[in-house]
């Protein structure tokens, strides 16, 4: 018998569900975006399948403008387990003996990091308004 999902732990709509709600987007929104024979109801019911076909979730990837792959691989405990391990090592290689600049620098590059997704997030958002303006007009 085999497994069609690498990571039994992972459930891609499950995982979908997880991206569409950081980035602020509705079940509506993302139905009317992937076309007519979608709503709110189809979407919830696609949030709730373990393994979502391939098109569709290509589809829904695009909207979101997030790689499939990150919704196919996305393993909550294991992303959890890296960002815990990153931050005890960042935070044993401060020396307060003496001024340590390497976990300055790496504050700075993460500061300098969440600027650009911040900046990226703002971009996305005055283009789903666009959107959104284009809906209300009556598109």
Do not use: C
């Not at 979908?16 to 709110?40: H, P, T, V, Y």
């Not at 109801?41 to 709730?48: H, N, P, R, Y």
């Not at 931050?87 to 790496?106: A, C, I, Q, R, Y």
């Amino acid at each position: 018998m085999t497994n069609t999902t690498p990571n039994p732990k992972i459930h891609e709509g499950r995982n979908l569900k997880r991206f569409r709600e950081m980035l602020g987007i509705k079940q509506d929104f993302l139905a009317f975006e992937l076309g007519e024979d979608w709503n709110q109801q189809k979407i919830s019911l696609l949030e709730q399948k373990e393994k979502i076909d391939s098109d569709i979730l290509e589809q829904v990837s695009a909207i979101l403008k997030i790689p499939a792959e990150a919704i196919r691989n996305f393993d909550e405990q294991q992303a959890v387990n890296i960002i815990s391990n990153t931050f005890d090592k960042v935070e044993n290689s401060f020396n307060f003996g003496t001024f340590n600049l390497h976990p300055m620098e790496k504050i700075i590059q993460l500061h300098e990091e969440k600027i650009a997704l911040y900046e990226r997030m703002l971009k996305e958002k005055d283009e789903m308004m666009g959107r959104l303006e284009r809906l209300i007009g009556g598109r």
